[in-house]
């Protein structure tokens, strides 16, 4: 066995032992967590020093300023595509802006403000534990959510307000979790998130923005239902499901979950200097490659970070 394939393995088995922070008592999963990290943070290094180190040995140098010798065909050229997720969410993003939403565009690294206390996250929330969202050394935050754009669009739109208009924002952007990674689950991902604000707003406004983004993505009526959720950003807050319908694999008797939503709760405006007595709002988010999944009936997520140019080329 290479040392890569027994750091993966090793790997593997750590990941395993996440579960059982939920058997502890909770004021000792705060140190099995840490120390699970650390574990975690060292195995992923020697990990990366494994792979380089067996690519390094892999490849052999190619002179690209070399001319073809005489007599010698040209070799034939592979032109790069597109990649697929960019490709659907200009498709999305169209969607929402012909609806009258402004674009903003999601930040790589954040800080413990935007990604917890402005979204009304409690100090004791889980999301805040090491082991579910990920950290850099410097205290930064690889955003798990593009919730974490929802405190700057209000700031930054707020004027509209003022002057008697309304924020209409939506935030593309790619997210990092601490996943177990399968067929279903990514640990890096795309997202969009919504957020508008009017004096007037209503649930069955955003239901109906939904609805209308859904039947325009996949081109064809959509039945939508909704189930309770809990955001701590949203209140009241709602689960949205779609019926996949027979053009998209389903059989008429199939609902999905699609995306969380829910009206803005008065703290996260008042976070950003709206004043919740005047106005109310409605945000939502969901992911891209899920959605993107469902448009070409492909069963396995990872395709999408794969680096698997034969699946890339198909489109």
């Known amino acids: ?12 088995k750590l990941n395993s032992e996440y579960i059982k922070i939920r058997e502890l008592p ?30 390094s040995v892999e490849i052999k140098p190619i002179d690209i300023s070399a001319p073809c010798a005489p007599n010698e065909p040209i070799p034939e050229l592979h032109l790069g595509t597109r990649h697929p997720l960019m490709t659907e969410l200009d498709k999305v993003i169209g969607i929402y802006a012909g609806m009258g939403f402004n674009v903003m565009e999601s930040n790589q690294l954040d800080d413990e403000f935007h990604m917890f206390e402005a979204l009304n996250f409690p100090q004791d929330h889980p999301a805040r534990d090491g082991y579910d969202t990920f950290r850099t050394a410097e205290g930064f ?14 700031k930054q739109y707020r004027k509209s307000l003022e002057q008697g208009g309304q924020i209409a924002v939506v935030i593309p952007g790619r997210v990092f979790r601490n996943e177990d990674v399968d067929a279903t689950h990514e640990h890096t991902f795309y997202q969009c998130e919504g957020v508008f604000v009017s004096r007037d707003a209503t649930m069955g406004q955003m239901f109906g923005v939904l609805k209308h983004f859904f039947e325009s993505y996949y081109g064809q009526a959509i039945r939508i239902k909704t189930q ?18 027979a053009s998209l694999g389903g059989k008429g008797d199939g609902w999905l979950e699609m995306l969380g939503c829910g009206m803005i709760h008065p703290n996260v405006l008042e976070a950003a200097g709206i004043d919740s007595t005047q106005y109310r709002g409605f945000a939502w988010g969901g992911g891209i490659d899920r959605l993107v999944l469902l448009k070409y009936h492909l069963n396995d997520v990872r395709y999408f970070e794969s680096g698997k140019l034969d699946f890339l080329e198909e489109f």
């Open 1 to 12: 066995m290479s040392d890569v394939e027994q750091l993966k393995n090793e790997l593997k």
């Open 141 to 154: 935050i690889p955003p798990a959510h593009t919730s974490t754009m929802q405190h700057r669009a209000l």
């Open 26 to 55: 909770p004021e000792a999963r705060g140190d099995f967590g840490r120390e699970l990290n650390a574990k975690k943070q060292d195995i992923l290094q020697r990990l990366a020093k494994a792979e380089s180190a067996a690519e």
């Open 228 to 245: 309770p959720g809990y955001f701590p950003f949203t209140e009241p807050s709602a689960e949205l499901l779609i019926e996949k319908p």
